[in-house]
């Protein structure tokens, strides 16, 4: 059986992409170093609902361990890896910058130096939409500059792409970033505005709306990301020795290299948003309006019609189905009821 490694395997993404997986012909190596950027026990509860896949194994090691992270590629033998490990969060990377190096910038290229001395079929790891910055011009395209971050979060993620290119070229090593939109869904991050937001909804407290809700997101169901990634683990990128960058996709390269938008396409505004998570609750906000907050941007939304055209990639879970599943999951989970007042 062909053994896949998944990076960040008791995150979010990482372990519904686990469970996509549990009934192909793949033997598959989680890991994870269960930090405590939030809540270690939901990451626990999501590898409790893993540990009957019998072609799943989990090891908790941190990609900035390089001794051990080696280990674990010579013992398995990888012939995929996905790397999702990464310290998240565009706020937070202004408050602790150093744990974005660790993670982002080391761990990453620990993953490049372990899959160049192991060699591998393919290296799909996780870029941004925070790579796009200050741009303006919306759709966000592959081809568009992205040279103009706005937080280190976003720099660093940039910096993996960069890295990935130089290893893909020096190496021969097929790598595909996927710049992810907004991930929103069950078992979600508790530090994104849509988790925060139900819990203080829920229970009363005001929920601060940045740049008085004028800003669009192109939010993407779990369900829609984990399908794309998939269907993109058996389609590695070739090199072009024929690439010519004043006329072919920057996505693209001499190297076998590519990069992806994975986004629904369909931005919604921060009002929409929170009017639809208020339908689902069944209970209005309490709403305090600021200005935007620094590294912070207006817009994204994802220009997704190379990821059509290579896999047929067709996100369709609406905002309204998205949200409702999250707020019954949150409900069931955290055994919440509604109390109006």
Not at 109 to 116: G, K, P, Q, S, V
């Amino acid at each position: 059986m062909k053994t896949i490694l998944i990076t960040g395997a008791a995150g979010f993404i990482g372990s519904y992409l686990v469970k996509a997986l549990e009934n192909e012909e793949l033997s598959i190596i989680g890991i994870d170093n269960l930090n405590s950027y939030y809540s270690e026990k939901l990451k626990a509860d999501r590898l409790a609902e893993l540990s009957e896949q019998s072609n799943f194994k989990f090891e908790e090691v941190d990609i900035s361990d390089s001794k051990n992270l080696n280990l674990v590629f010579e013992t398995y033998k990888p012939a995929v890896v996905i790397n999702l490990a990464a310290q998240a969060g565009v706020r937070y990377s202004i408050e602790n910058p150093q744990a974005y190096m660790d993670s982002n910038m080391q761990g990453f290229l620990n993953i490049l130096e372990a899959c160049r001395n192991n060699p591998v079929e393919h290296l799909i790891y996780a870029s941004s939409s925070s790579v796009y910055g200050g741009n303006k011009v919306a759709p966000f395209s592959t081809n568009h500059s992205v040279d103009h971050p706005v937080s280190l979060y976003a720099a660093t993620k940039k910096s993996n792409e960069l890295m990935a290119h130089t290893y893909s070229h020096l190496y021969g090593i097929p790598t595909t970033g996927l710049r992810f939109f907004t991930v929103y869904g069950p078992w979600g991050r508790p530090d994104m505005a849509y988790f925060s937001f139900t819990k203080d909804i829920i229970e009363g407290n005001p929920i601060k709306v940045f740049n008085h809700g004028k800003m669009e997101r192109d939010f993407t169901y779990i369900d829609d990301i984990v399908e794309g990634i998939v269907k993109l683990i058996p389609n590695a990128p070739k090199a072009n020795p024929e690439w010519d960058e004043t006329i072919d996709s920057t996505s693209e390269s001499f190297a076998p290299y590519k990069i992806y938008n994975i986004g629904n396409n369909k931005p919604v505004t921060l009002m929409q948003f929170i009017n639809t998570l208020e339908q689902k609750i069944g209970k209005e906000a309490v709403k305090v309006y600021m200005d935007m907050q620094p590294g912070d941007v207006y817009r994204t939304y994802a220009d997704v019609s190379d990821l059509v055209r290579d896999i047929d990639f067709q996100p369709n879970t609406s905002i309204e189905e998205g949200l409702g599943k999250f707020v019954d999951w949150y409900m069931e989970y955290y055994n919440v009821k509604i109390v109006n007042t």
